[in-house]
């Protein structure tokens, strides 16, 4: 066993000194970092202001295209203080009396006959918890009158020595024709004048910028009898957030006088719009006073996808990790002077217990990552992650997947150390692996839907299957799947691990001394059932 140790730790520091595994250490929670931070940048810094020009025949709907466009500012504004304003109250200062505030907005909303906000009957405490934006209705946003209450309101609440807060760039501006081209000019002369404006080959002249035309709107002169639609030219057609909003306020004020033209007051339609039916979620499973779902039961629902996810990745790089160790050993020919001091057996435990260590070094330090990131973004403004966080270490989510881990590895390990002792190149080696990935590719394909159904007829199935029960069954940890189950796969695994592992002692005792070409499917089933 002393020699087992030796070789375990040896692959092991070996493995430590490579740039692969600091890569691999690193790569985690830079990816984390990533996707957390750029895309808010991005939003916040990198996203341009869009220039358009609007050409109204009907001279009536274009103003509801302004109102379109101030109500996406607005909006983009009131995100950016609620920012500004958490960045100014950390948990340790004393919380702004949240609920107040709201009335206080409640109270200018029904004067003005807007909705009230969607506070859902939280505290003032819990609603500085909240996605504020997700509560205000869009009055907010399309009346100037609400939307300067609401800011000053906002503004007012912010501690004493805050800095001045600075409002974003604006989201649109609409601008006027170009020199040169008139109102004067048909739809398809204007077309073809602001043609090179559209596509970048010319630019806008505002005063001493030059800026890129974004969007050219023509609203017919017969939209409401017509109702024929806008002409929208632009060619970035993954932004259509102008195109949306445009068309939903015309058409609303559209419809507004539909309304008024059968007799129907549209106060009273949009009064009965606004009637919501909300519901609770209750889980049988839960005490008896305690049914209401949490936003720790979700996630501790979906959290096992994500550990599936990090299992997958942990045992496809560790276990490729081993194959190419093996097959660079062996062409080196440091394979031979291993052997001639361990056995192939011990060689083989040795080489799988080191990189299984280097394995669960690199999930804990993900692990790590994980958690210090969840708490560095947890606090009044995230308590998704403060509930991340309970789930994620907790005996019920971490035991499993160590467990699993070690099994799911030793038996990816030995296929693996099979093929790598059989192998002579990593060329070589891409003709058995390709079988193997796409074994592989199961788990993450249907990862999503077993949380979905984790005592379904698809889980179940999966579950006795040796090579996807790890994944599978850390899938189904949410889902309290039967003891028989547990139990079941459990030792199913323990004996696969078992076979696999003399499986592959087997081969590896023949190939690791084997040159020349990789032998056939059929001389490795000789290798194994051969009498020793």
Avoid at 204 to 217: M, N, Q
Avoid at 252 to 266: L, S, W
Wanted: glycine fraction near 6%; aromatic fraction near 8%.
């Amino acid at each position: 066993m002393i020699r087992v140790w030796r070789v375990a730790v040896r692959e092991y520091l070996e493995n430590t000194k490579t740039k692969g595994f600091w890569i691999g250490i690193i790569m985690f929670p830079a990816m984390l970092l990533i996707f957390s931070q750029v895309p808010q940048f991005l939003e916040e810094k990198a996203t341009p202001t869009r220039h358009f020009v609007v050409v109204d025949r009907s001279e009536e709907f274009g103003t509801f295209v302004t109102q379109a466009v101030d109500a996406q500012n607005r909006k983009k504004e009131l995100e950016g203080l609620v920012k500004f304003m958490r960045k100014q109250r950390p948990e340790e200062a004393p919380p702004v009396d949240a609920k107040a505030l709201f009335e206080q907005i409640d109270q200018q909303m029904e004067i003005m006959g807007a909705s009230p906000l969607d506070t859902g009957g939280m505290s003032g405490g819990d609603l500085l918890k909240q996605d504020f934006g997700a509560m205000f209705p869009d009055e907010v946003y399309d009346d100037e009158k609400t939307f300067d209450f609401t800011k000053k309101a906002l503004l007012a609440a912010l501690p004493e020595g805050s800095p001045e807060f600075e409002p974003p760039r604006p989201r649109f501006v609409e601008v006027g024709l170009p020199e040169g081209v008139s109102l004067d000019m048909s739809d398809a002369e204007i077309e073809e004048k602001l043609r090179p404006y559209l596509t970048g080959d010319e630019d806008l002249v505002l005063g001493e910028d030059r800026e890129e035309l974004f969007a050219l709107i023509i609203i017919p002169a017969d939209i409401e009898e017509s109702r024929r639609g806008l002409r929208y030219w632009s060619k970035t057609l993954t932004d259509t957030d102008l195109d949306s909003a445009t068309r939903r306020h015309i058409a609303a004020e559209i419809r507004k006088r539909e309304y008024t033209r059968r007799g129907v007051k549209p106060e009273v339609v949009a009064e009965v719009e606004a009637i919501t039916v909300g519901s609770v979620a209750l889980n049988p499973k839960k005490a008896l006073g305690e049914e209401k779902v949490s936003i720790v039961d979700t996630i501790r629902q979906w959290a096992p996808s994500a550990f599936v996810y990090l299992l997958w990745i942990s045992i496809v790089t560790t276990a490729q990790m081993l194959l190419n160790n093996m097959i660079e050993e062996k062409s080196n020919r440091v394979v031979e002077v291993l052997l001639s001091s361990v056995t192939p057996g011990e060689l083989l435990r040795g080489k799988l217990f080191g990189i299984a260590m280097l394995g669960l070094t690199m999930i804990s330090a993900w692990l790590l990552s994980l958690i210090l990131i969840l708490q560095w973004k947890a606090g009044p403004q995230a308590e998704w992650a403060v509930s991340a966080i309970k789930v994620v270490v907790t005996p019920e989510m971490l035991i499993p997947f160590i467990v699993y881990f070690v099994l799911g590895y030793l038996i990816y390990a030995a296929i693996f150390a099979s093929i790598g002792s059989v192998c002579n190149t990593i060329k070589d080696s891409q003709n058995f692996m390709g079988p193997v990935m796409m074994v592989l590719m199961v788990p993450m394909v249907t990862m999503i839907f077993i949380p979905r159904d984790p005592n379904g007829t698809l889980a179940t199935i999966l579950s006795w299957i040796p090579l996807y029960t790890p994944f599978v069954m850390m899938n189904r940890v949410a889902g309290d799947p039967p003891m028989f189950d547990v139990i079941g796969t459990m030792v199913l695994l323990l004996v696969s691990v078992v076979i696999m592992l003399w499986a592959s002692g087997r081969i590896f005792r023949v190939g690791m001394l084997r040159t020349g070409q990789p032998p056939k499917i059929l001389e490795l089933i000789r290798w194994v059932t051969k009498p020793a």
